[in-house]
Every structure is written in C-alpha cells, then in structure tokens.
C-alpha cells in the first residue's frame, strides 16, 4: 500500500545528542523515527496513536553533528486496529547536498482515546 513518500521531519541534530566519539546516538534516530511515524499515523486517524511495535533497525552509517537529517514516511498498512508506517531517515551536511541513507524502519501503531469517566486508555478502531 506504500504511498508516496512524506517529509515528516527535518530537523538538525545537536551537540546533546552525540555519544562520545561525536555522532549522534542511535536512540536520538530512533526517538526521531518514532516521531515522524506518529505523524503519518495522524494522518489517517482521528485519534491519538501509541506506538506497539517497531521492526528491525539497521544503521548503515553515522550521522554527525550538523547534518542535515531528514525522516520520510509513508503509509504501508491501515488496518481496523493498527497503521503500520515505514520511516526512511537521510542525512546529509548542509541540506544541499545529494542526501545518504542512514537507516529505514517500520513502526506500527494502535490508536488509543482516553475514557472520559476512568481515564484509562483503551486500544480503539482506526
């Protein structure tokens, strides 16, 4: 089902988000791919979504401080219960420059509301 791609994010990268040898820290990526996959997910559903699930993350090379990093996404499966979204994340140093592939991942997601009388949340239909 994979829509066109989508810039969910663009953003660059800051000296708090570097590991010791000054690249930025796969977790910060990872917070990122979770983030821009929220945002197609919105796009499809009138609720808040939660993520339950993401599929295998491969890093294929650092991202240094300053790139500029860019997280596409697109749509994979809209199901009743679940969206499934893939993220593609490229980086390059000043934005101009032919970017590079830094890592792809499928995020799925479960739309959730809030009961209006408990407060719990409770998975919902897309």
Known sequence: ??????????????????????????GS???EIDLAGAVEA?????HDVATVAVKEVNFKRPVNVG????????LVRLGKTSITVKVEVESSP??????????????????????AVTGEIAKTEI
């Open 29 to 31: 990526i990872l917070a």
């Open 67 to 74: 790139e500029v990093v860019t997280f596409w996404t697109s």
């Open 1 to 26: 089902m994979c829509e066109t791609r989508n810039i969910a994010i663009r953003r660059i990268l800051l000296p708090r988000d570097t590991n010791h040898r000054g690249e930025i820290f796969g």
């Open 94 to 115: 000043d934005g101009s420059e032919a970017p590079a592939s830094v890592t792809a991942a499928e995020v799925v997601y479960v739309a959730i509301v809030r009961d």
């Open 42 to 46: 919105r796009r499809h559903t009138k």
